[in-house]
């Protein structure tokens, strides 16, 4: 069994940067990928960026390509979502993900990322 716990939103200016972390606990060695996914007031959850652990690659939103980067520590079970030049519409709840190699998806508690002036 996985567990994933997020940390690192916040209230930042528009143009701002923020680190979010998710580190995973429990059958690390069954992890096959982790992301990030998003759900803003009256939108659906989206995709915002994964990572397949085995082999670093990676894949965004378009919404993100270039501002935002998904990476893993060496330890591969922490992975942090660097957020730059933020903008009012990545505010959102922020959700961390793991899935392993049956295919089971288990869910972070969220983090709220508020963009703001």
């Known amino acids: 069994q996985v567990q994933v716990v997020e940390s690192g939103g916040g209230l930042v200016q528009p143009g701002g940067s923020l680190r979010l972390s998710c580190v995973a606990s429990?059958?690390?060695?069954?992890?096959?990928?982790m992301g990030w996914y998003r759900q803003a007031p009256g939108k659906q959850r989206e995709l915002v960026a994964s990572?397949?652990?085995?082999?670093?690659?990676?894949r965004y939103a378009d919404s993100v390509k270039g501002r935002f980067t998904i990476y893993r520590a060496n330890a591969k079970n922490t992975v942090y979502l660097q957020m730059n030049s933020l903008k009012t519409e990545d505010t959102a709840v922020y959700y961390c993900?793991?899935?392993?190699?049956?295919?089971?998806?288990?869910w972070g508690q969220g983090t709220q990322v508020t963009v703001s002036s």
């Open positions: 993900t793991a899935i392993d190699d049956t295919a089971k998806t288990v």
């Open positions: 429990g059958s690390i060695f069954s992890i096959y990928s």
């Open positions: 990572i397949i652990i085995r082999d670093g690659s990676t």
